[in-house]
């Protein structure tokens, strides 16, 4: 399937609507992704990214019947990771002097992974590549978002923002443009991709959002490497992004918690009635940790004002779901969140220490203390947990 975008530029991907976990298992993919690849023909005719390897054989194959492979002159790789370079060698073993385009990182990238000597092309932020009819794609380094070998690529006269994984989404929509996309689906896949894959790289992407702004290219569509092509208004996801790399954080708290025998989910929904009690205006999520999606927890962080994390003690620490969580926690090196921990426990009760410590080093802004209840907590205890979540909702 191709599917055309603008005058003499075709998308020729991969949409994955069975995809349910990418990076391995740390990314969740609930509605899919797709992998999308370019194809620009005119007086020369360039390929731009591919796909994952599992499909590199049916992607060589559609590519094929959209153009004669030999007549590709040049290939852009945006970035070298293997969701879109995965088919290159299967497409370089039928035209293996094809030029490559890319960072002097992507070269590493790919060598690294293909130990292949392939015609490599360096590129930096400027360089062009004249494709006839008096456009060229002008390329951008994108350093850090997400990888050291990112960039984007720019066709002239088009006006295509060929941005690869930045303004993408894990969202396999058979429409493959933003106004024809269920808006509460894209938006919602948009964010968490923000939250959990770009939120470790706001410097980055803050000083390159400035900088593609002075460019003052003009940009009437952003073709990103996953989900949807943004056609309307497609600078509507370039000032939601400008927005959540700017310290985000919307009237929210979001409490996470494992629990052994109940205790500590008990003083959950207590700390949740005594925050809702002292400001009914804020959205409040609350969620088990150990059976919750961790990608999904995490999207709600990235939103909130402020976590209350919680685990009973065990072995004098916390719940290892609540041990791994935090680890990804500080992966993300949020910004702007105000933190507090809690917990039930029998003998020690070290967990909700541990986990303000954990949380310090995560850059959280640690408030109060640790709530601590004693065993299960009795009506006194209730009242204790949410007179916390009381003085919480002031801070
Ligand atoms: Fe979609 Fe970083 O690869």
């Known amino acids: 399937m191709h599917i055309p975008i603008k005058n003499n530029v075709k998308w ?28 620009v023909q005119e007086e020369k005719t360039v390929l731009i990214d591919t796909v994952w390897k599992p499909f590199a054989d049916k992607f060589v194959k559609n590519l094929a019947t959209e153009v004669d492979l030999k007549k590709i002159d040049a290939i852009v790789v945006n970035h070298g990771e293997v969701d879109h370079s995965g088919a290159l060698p299967a497409l370089m073993e039928l035209i293996p002097d094809t030029p490559i385009y890319c960072t002097a990182n992507a070269v590493d990238s790919l060598t690294g992974q293909y130990h292949k000597e392939w015609d ?10 004249d494709v006839g009819n008096g456009k060229s794609l002008v390329f951008v380094e994108m350093k850090m978002l997400h990888w050291p070998d990112s960039m984007a690529t720019y066709l002239t006269q088009d ?41 470790p790289y706001n410097a980055f992407l803050k000083r390159k959002l400035s900088e593609i702004l002075a460019m003052n290219l003009a940009i009437d569509i952003i073709a990103p490497s996953h989900g949807v092509i943004w056609r309307d208004n497609p600078m509507q996801i370039v000032e939601k992004y400008a927005a959540w790399c700017d310290a985000y954080q919307e009237n ?14 008990t003083l959950a929904d207590a700390i949740a009635a005594g925050i809702h009690e002292q400001d009914p205006d804020v959205a409040i999520k609350v969620f088990n940790i150990a059976k919750t999606d961790k990608n999904d927890i995490m999207t709600e962080v990235f939103k909130s004002k402020m976590l209350v994390l919680g685990s009973p003690t065990v072995g ?8 791994g969580f935090l680890h990804f926690l500080k992966e993300l090196k949020m910004k702007n969140k105000k933190a507090a921990s809690f917990g039930c426990y029998g003998w020690t009760g070290e967990a909700p220490i541990k986990i303000k410590e954990s949380l310090e080093k995560a850059g959280l802004a640690y408030v109060d203390e640790p709530f601590r209840n004693k065993w299960n907590p009795d009506n006194e205890g209730l009242l204790a947990a949410k007179e916390f979540g009381t003085r919480l909702a002031l801070l």
Not at 12 to 39: C, M, P, W
Not at 120 to 129: I, P
Not at 252 to 265: H, L, N
Request: proline share 0%; net charge negative.
């Open 12 to 39: 020729v991907g991969q949409i994955d609507t069975e995809l349910r976990q990418f990076h391995g298992s740390d990314f969740s993919t609930h509605k899919g992704s797709s992998y999308n690849a370019y194809l």
């Open 120 to 129: 490599f092309h360096v590129v930096k932020t400027g360089d062009s590549l």
């Open 159 to 199: 006006n295509i923002l060929f941005s690869n994984d930045a303004f993408g989404q894990h969202f396999a929509s058979n429409t493959m443009f933003n106004d024809a996309a269920d808006q509460c689906d894209l938006f919602e896949e948009a964010l968490k991709y923000f939250a959990n894959i770009l939120t």
């Open 252 to 265: 929210q708290i979001t409490i996470a918690y494992d629990t052994m025998w109940e205790g500590t989910r």
């Open 316 to 323: 004098n620490d916390m719940l290892d779901s609540v041990a």
